[in-house]
Each structure stands twice: as structure tokens, then as C-alpha cells.
């Protein structure tokens, strides 16, 4: 089975400050992605990397930023938090190998800001 | 633009009862189809896809959904639902033009009485 790994399940930070959510993957797949979720908004993209080192900006990209140096991992950094970023987020991960596969999903990170 | 319509916030059944899902999707070119499920404080879990072929498409847990092209419609059916199935839905597509996006309704909880 896949499995997709983020680092923290919960986190409170405070605002103004450098947060990094972490996610990783065990099998080898082409596409990250993160997410986040908010109550009546579904999932809305915020970043995705198609390859290692390479990134795309999803509909919500303003105040994140992404790291992908490695095929397994993939950072969202929220480079000044804020409130508004209070969320939940998500993390997964999609091969190429085979038709229109289904993504795989972290279990979030609940993240607070103060 | 591609869009996911899921009309219901919330859908009720008793336990024992058949249920149904409803989603509704727009895309531009031929539409892949899936269906997740979310359990509390977890990511979300792949139930089903459509890609081609049949417009009855089985999945895990009993869960099977009907394309149905004529009316852009992906609904999530189960014949006797159970307690355990009351969860947060999420259907989402994506189309066959080559992007990298998958666009994902707003979700519908699902209370399943016993």
C-alpha cells in the first residue's frame, strides 16, 4: 500500500512566523501535491510539482511557497503565517505509470495560527 | 472550466437503507471520475473511479457509482448502508487534455442512523 507520510498531525505556531509542513512518500510516484481543506470549500490546490525540482502554482498559491529537491518529499512553506492560513492541509501523492490513477492523501496536519 | 457540483451538504439514511450520493462534474474534454471517503481527523481514502466502459462502476466497501453521461452525472450509491459508512464524500474529476488538476466538490457528510 502506499503511504503517504506528513510530519505533524497537529501544530499552533504564531503568526509572522517561517512554517514548514512536511509530507512524504514511500513509492516512488511523479506528482505531489498539497491541499488544504476548509468547512464547505472542498479542497482547493495550493501547489503541486510534477517532477523533482519542478513546481506548479495551484489557485491558491499566495503567501506559500513549495520545496520538492527530492522525488519523495515535498515541503509547503508558509513564508510569514497568518490567521487566514488556519487550516487543515494536505498532503498526496499521484504515479504516472498506468491510466488516470487515483491520488493518495497524507492524514493533514491541523494548523493553527495565533 | 472544469467543475464539481455535490448539491447536498448533508445526506441522512438509516442503517439497512440504500443510499445515494449525488455529484454532478463539467469538463472539456472526456471526464475521469472518482470518489473518496474522509473519516474524522484522516486524509482521504480512494473508493471508486470511472474511466471508460460500464456505467456501473464497483468499488471498496460495498460502494458502486453510475455514470451517466446524458445528465454529467457521477452519484455514489451503496445498497444497505451501515453505521460505519457515515463519513465526509468528496467526488472529483478530472479531464483527458492532459493537465495535472483534479477538481474536488465541497463534500457531502453522510449520517448513517442505526
Known amino acids: 500500500d502506499v503511504k503517504v507520510t506528513q510530519s505533524s498531525r497537529y501544530l499552533v505556531k504564531r503568526t509572522g512566523e517561517k512554517v514548514f509542513l512536511e509530507c512524504v512518500q514511500d513509492m516512488d510516484h511523479e506528482n505531489m501535491f498539497w491541499y488544504r481543506q476548509d468547512p464547505g470549500l472542498g479542497l482547493r490546490l495550493i501547489y503541486f510539482s510534477y517532477d523533482v525540482k519542478m513546481k506548479e502554482k495551484g489557485d491558491i498559491p499566495e503567501g506559500y511557497s513549495v520545496s520538492r529537491e527530492k522525488k519523495e518529499r515535498f515541503s509547503l512553506i508558509l513564508e510569514s503565517a497568518s490567521t487566514n492560513q488556519t487550516s487543515m492541509y494536505l498532503c498526496?501523492?499521484?504515479?504516472?505509470?498506468?491510466?488516470?490513477?487515483?491520488?493518495?492523501f497524507g492524514d493533514g496536519t491541523r494548523l493553527s495560527i495565533l | 472550466a472544469q467543475s464539481v457540483a455535490q448539491p447536498e451538504d448533508q445526506v441522512n439514511v438509516a442503517e439497512g437503507n440504500p443510499l445515494t450520493v449525488k455529484c454532478t462534474y463539467s469538463?472539456?474534454?472526456?471526464?475521469?471520475l472518482f470518489w473518496y471517503v474522509q473519516y474524522p481527523n484522516r486524509g482521504l481514502q480512494f473508493l471508486l473511479k470511472y474511466i471508460t466502459g460500464d456505467n456501473l462502476v464497483k468499488g471498496s466497501y460495498g460502494f458502486e457509482a453510475e455514470f451517466n453521461k446524458s445528465q454529467t452525472s457521477f452519484h455514489l450509491k451503496k445498497p444497505s448502508a451501515l453505521v460505519s459508512d457515515s463519513a465526509l464524500y468528496f467526488c472529483a474529476v478530472r479531464d483527458d487534455t492532459g493537465g495535472f488538476k483534479t477538481i474536488f466538490g465541497a463534500g457531502t457528510r453522510l449520517f448513517v442512523k442505526a
Open positions: 498526496a501523492s499521484r504515479t504516472l505509470q498506468g491510466p488516470r490513477q487515483p491520488q493518495h
Open positions: 469538463v472539456s474534454g472526456n471526464p475521469y
